[in-house]
Each structure stands twice: as C-alpha cells, then as structure tokens.
C-alpha cells in the first residue's frame, strides 16, 4: 500500500475510474487499452496489478498516461499498437478513446468514395472480410418458405362478416343436382 491517500474517483486519460476497482480492470475502462496493454503497462513501471486504483500515487498515474500516450517510447513491440502505418501519416499509432470510432468512421468513408470492394459490401450493409452469406448475416424476418393452407385472420368482425368461415362453408354444403335429376 501506498502513503497516499485514498481517492475515490482517478482521472486517468479523461476517464474517471472508480478508486475501488483494481489497478488492472480499472486500466481496462479505458477505450482501446484490454487487459494485455494494462498488463503490460503496469508490468512496465513495476506497479502491482492487485492495488485499488484510488490508492496510486499522483506520480503513478502521471507515468501510466505517460506511458498509455506513447507506448513506443516504453519498448513496446509494434504489433501490440492497434493502428500500424496509418494511411495519412505512415506512424504507427495507438488509438484511444473517441479516436477509435472516428478514424473508424474516416475509413469506411474513404473506402465508399474511392469505390473500393470493401466500400460497395459497406455500403449495402453486406459482410467485408470474405465470409460466407448464403445462410448467415440476414437482416430483417425469417427467409424461407410460407406454409401453405392458412388463410391470414380477419383484421376485425364487420369487414370479415361478408366472407366469414361460416359463409364461405355454406356453398360447400349445397349438394349440386345432377342433370338426370333436374328431369324428374
């Protein structure tokens, strides 16, 4: 345990993370940090990974959002980043927070103008990463057969009146007379 006080709510990167929650689930609040990089970080700065949150030192939290801001400065391998060779400028970045869905956004969109095969499947809402679509990914009711036989029920009694059950089974039951009878 630390001399420092007991906070309830710490601040880290713009988000507010209950002082209660471990160091390692509490990194993990964090939009684009999983359990992996907040392992890694606290492994990096030789935190231990079982101390509540609020009871990190000011310094500690100052080396983590050092850290989570430029994780190449901490020898982080390239792969562990999760946007390498970024098309506008060819860094390797780590995205956090609202910049996960916004470069997001930026790429669909760039993908629908330059008409690429990937921006046409986004475009109609179809699968982009070459899955199967016969049978998976439908949108909307269940496609198949309608079952046949079954009349689709009247919407209330005085419009089904004239073409009730009952009415419609009554010329079923008038036997039809045969000529030969008709002569009689």
């Given amino acids: 345990m630390s001399t420092q006080e007991y906070r309830h709510i710490v601040r880290i990167i713009g988000n507010d993370i209950p002082g209660a929650r471990k160091a390692i689930v509490g990194l993990t609040q964090i939009k684009g940090i999983g359990y992996s990089f907040a392992t890694a970080i606290l492994d990096t700065l030789k935190i231990n990974t079982n101390i509540n949150i609020g ?3 000011e310094s500690d939290v100052q080396s983590i959002e050092k850290l989570i801001a430029n994780p190449i ?3 982080f391998p390239l792969w562990f980043l999760n946007r390498r060779k970024d098309i506008e400028t060819g860094k390797n970045l780590h995205l956090l927070t609202s910049d996960i869905p916004f470069t997001l956004r930026n790429d669909i969109e760039r993908e629908r103008t330059t008409s690429s095969w990937r921006g046409y499947r986004h475009m109609y809402g179809l699968k982009v990463r070459g899955q199967c679509t016969r049978t998976t990914g439908r949108k909307g009711g269940a496609v198949g057969v309608a079952k046949a036989g079954k009349a689709a029920p009247a919407k209330s009694a005085e419009v089904a009146a004239p073409t009730s059950a009952a009415t419609a089974a009554k010329p079923a039951e ?9 002569k009689k």
């Fill in 55 to 57: 009871f990190l030192s």
């Fill in 174 to 182: 008038v036997k039809k007379e045969s000529p030969a009878e008709k």
């Fill in 73 to 75: 400065a901490g020898n």
